[in-house]
Each structure stands twice: as C-alpha cells, then as structure tokens.
C-alpha cells in the first residue's frame, strides 16, 4: 500500500471588487509506509518548494501583466 498526501492553497490576486483567485496545490504520491516517512517527505517537500516558487513567480508575471493591460 502507497499513501498520498494533497494540500491546495487559495488566495485572492486582484483587488476586493474583482474576485479573483488563485490556487497551488502540492501532491505528494506514492509514500511508500515501510520506508523512514520522514526522508521520503523531507525529500518531497524540497521539490514542492521549488515547484511551488516557479508557480508564484510566473503567477505574479501573468497577473502583473493583466493588471498592466487594465483588466482588473
């Protein structure tokens, strides 16, 4: 048997007025519970933050685009 683990963020990106949102979910899969649980997440928790940093930073490139354009 493999546990996977699922944790999602929801946060607003434009103002009050617009309802604009934003979701990051983090899956960690396959977690193997007759190996040490605690290398296999710290493991996975560097590739979440890494993956997690590209996703903030193109979101804010896209969103910061938008709000240029006069879209909000």
């Known amino acids: 048997m493999h546990v996977t683990i699922h944790a ?3 946060f607003q990106i434009g103002p009050m007025s617009s309802n604009q949102y934003a979701r990051v979910d983090v899956t960690l899969a396959d977690l193997d519970p007759e190996q ?3 290398e296999q997440i710290t493991g996975g928790k560097k590739v979440a933050a890494a993956a ?3 996703v903030l930073e193109e979101l ?3 969103s ?3 709000a240029g354009k006069g879209k909000w």
């Open 8 to 10: 999602g963020l929801t």
């Open 36 to 38: 040490p649980l605690e």
């Open 52 to 54: 997690f940093k590209v």
């Open 60 to 62: 804010d490139r896209q």
């Open 64 to 66: 910061g685009a938008i």
